[in-house]
């Protein structure tokens, strides 16, 4: 049936407690069938107090995720990629159990420890030793491959910022192109995405955008300006910039059938339970939402940044909010209620 008009006054609501709770910056698209509706409160730049605004770009951390995983489904509708297979048979020698899949990886099933633990388990010391690096996808993976393994390889869920450098290895293998020639051949170009970018080893966002502020471990020390960075630490797992017009474009065309085969779509969209509200398929979160409805897509959280993008299951309505800070539970927390707004409208009465 159809759904609740979306509740922008409920979206600006969720923003304004966003601030409250330390968020200098954020905003939300609302893309209803093509009826367009945005929010946006607070500054992009603290220096300065430039209003922030939907024309502003920003770092989307793991959804970036749901980019490299279009691309490989898109390989295997080509028949250069088989999910079933193991990681062995494309990139032979580089994990420690041959028995580790393709589609485990893309599920975070594959057990492979996430190396992000470690790396920034002091938010702000963490950032700035790495803020400026640029790792090879071996070295995150040698990072990982240190530790023991979460789980037996298909055994259990665990999110693993490991598997989605895989997942770029596997994008380079297979096409013999770097992983940002391929968002742009397949995704970007063809959906005319013009404020997202990969511009990995480059730190600095192309055009208008939003300063991010991560916010330290210790509470009442200062906001650390954290957009400048290479992102490399991520890389294919979270680098990739872009707004809230393209992913609300991208999240509908991928769930509108436009980015692939319906088959390999459907293998994309089958989930497997995370808790009460979540579940995961390949590259692709599902959130349960109060009313019923269950949007597809990602999060993502990055030093700066934190994003949501998700839509409707025929991608009809599709939603993009992001609040520009990021180490805040609370603000991480708040942000969800954009989707509540969004997509099943003013609470019940
Ligand atoms: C599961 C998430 C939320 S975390 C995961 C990934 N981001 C990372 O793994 C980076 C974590 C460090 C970010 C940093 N946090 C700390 O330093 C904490 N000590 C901050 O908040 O700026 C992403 O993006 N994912 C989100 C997702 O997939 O939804």
């Not at 946006?40 to 502003?56: C, H, K, L, Q």
């Not at 963490?126 to 790792?135: A, H, I, L």
């Not at 700066?304 to 991608?315: E, I, V």
């Amino acid at each position: 049936g159809r759904l609740p008009k979306p509740d922008l006054a409920g979206v600006d609501s969720v923003l304004r407690t966003a601030l409250r709770q330390g968020a200098p910056g954020a905003i939300a698209r609302v893309d209803d069938d093509g009826v367009v509706r945005t929010a946006a409160v607070g500054v992009a730049d603290r220096g300065t107090g430039r209003a922030i605004s939907n024309a502003d770009r920003f770092r989307i951390g793991s959804v970036t995720k749901v980019f490299s995983a279009v691309v490989l489904m898109q390989l295997a509708d080509e028949g250069k990629l088989n999910l079933d297979a193991s990681v062995d048979r494309y990139l032979p020698g580089l994990l420690p159990d041959s028995r580790i899949t393709v589609r485990q990886v893309l599920g975070h099933r594959s057990g492979l420890y996430d190396y992000t633990n470690d790396m920034f388990a002091k938010s702000v010391s963490g950032f700035e030793s790495v803020r400026s690096k640029v790792f090879t996808y071996r070295q995150l993976v040698d990072r990982s491959l240190r530790h023991a393994r979460t789980n037996a390889p298909g055994a259990a869920y665990a999110y693993s910022n490991t598997n989605f450098v895989v997942a770029g290895m596997l994008i380079e293998k297979l096409t013999g192109h770097l992983v940002g020639t391929e968002y742009a051949n397949r995704i970007i170009e063809p959906l005319k995405l013009r404020d997202t970018f990969y511009v990995h080893p480059g730190k600095n966002i192309p055009g208008r955008y939003a300063r991010g502020y991560l916010t330290p471990d210790t509470a009442g020390t200062p906001l650390v300006d954290a957009t400048q960075q290479t992102v490399s630490w991520a890389q294919s797992a979270g680098a990739l910039i872009s707004s809230t017009r393209d992913l609300d474009t991208f999240l509908s065309a991928l769930l509108g059938g436009r980015l692939m085969s319906a088959t390999r779509l459907g293998q994309m969209e089958r989930m497997i339970p995370v808790n009460s509200t979540q579940a995961y398929g390949l590259g692709l979160r599902r959130r349960d939402l109060s009313c019923g409805v269950s949007v597809y897509g990602h999060t993502g959280a990055v030093q700066g940044y934190y994003t949501y993008a998700f839509a409707t299951k025929d991608g009809r309505r599709s939603l993009t909010a992001l609040a520009n800070t990021s180490n805040n539970g609370a603000v991480l927390n708040t942000m969800l209620g954009t989707l509540e707004s969004a997509f099943c409208g003013k609470p019940a009465k």
